[in-house]
């Protein structure tokens, strides 16, 4: 059973600083990776889809990288602003389409 | 155009009660999904459709059931609301699997069951 672990559970920075989140994941046999971002009350923004076969998909402020054969992947995100606190969610595709969501690393941006 | 809408946004249901939670989506998407979302943790699927007319059930189902007799609604269904189902509840639809095909979000329905 695919398993998917983000660490920090949390994370608290000034702004402007750089900063990586890290979602590692059980059985490497995935075909997508997806990085969401969740705002209080309100649902999933899709940020970044990596295909398997990619090394990194670049939007903006935000860089996702995947490592299948380490089962790993990392969100950057570059000059941190106090818009861009939320929690993100990191989310793999399974055989069948099925999504494996962690449990997500709630970041909070200081002015 | 209005993506994934879901109703309520808040309920309080007693232990025992009934209720549905409604789902729509306009973009003629073939799939979609039902997760709940437990404080502090990531989503679960409860319930997910290929196609109207078809559904499966996901990881968590015990206690749900859904239908699917059109492309545009998929509601989810408690016949027997328990403290446990105590929730976030979020709709998602897929137009269908592929490579670059994300699964879009509705707002999420807020569920208390005392």
């Known amino acids: 059973k695919q398993e998917v672990t983000q660490i920090p559970a949390a994370l608290s920075v000034p702004e402007g600083e750089n900063l990586v989140l890290n979602c590692s994941f059980t059985?490497?046999?995935?075909?997508?990776l997806q990085w969401f971002r969740q705002d209080p009350g309100k649902g999933l923004t899709s940020l970044l889809l990596i295909q398997s076969s990619q090394r990194e998909q670049t939007s903006g402020r935000l860089n996702a990288s995947l490592d299948k054969s380490s089962g790993r992947s990392t969100l950057y995100i570059a000059a941190s602003q106090p818009g861009d606190s939320a929690t993100y969610l990191c989310?793999?595709?399974?055989?069948?389409?099925?999504?494996?969501f962690g449990g997500g690393t709630r970041l909070m941006v200081k002015p | 155009n209005a993506g994934v809408t879901q109703t309520p946004k808040f309920r309080i249901l007693k232990i025992g009660q009934s209720m549905t939670l409604q789902c729509t989506q306009d973009m003629n998407h073939n799939y979609m999904y039902w997760y709940r979302q437990d404080p502090g943790m990531g989503l679960k699927l409860i319930y997910y459709?290929?196609?109207?007319?078809?559904?499966d059930k996901g990881e968590v189902p015990n206690g749900y059931n859904v239908s699917r007799s059109t492309t545009e609604d998929f509601p989810l269904r408690l016949e027997l609301a328990a403290p446990s189902q105590t929730s976030v509840y979020f709709c998602a639809s897929q137009k269908e699997p592929g490579l670059q095909e994300t699964q879009y979000f509705g707002p999420g329905t807020r569920l208390l069951v005392l």
């Open positions: 989310a793999v595709y399974n055989a069948g389409n099925m999504l494996t």
């Open positions: 459709s290929v196609g109207a007319g078809i559904t």
């Open positions: 059985d490497s046999a995935i075909y997508n």
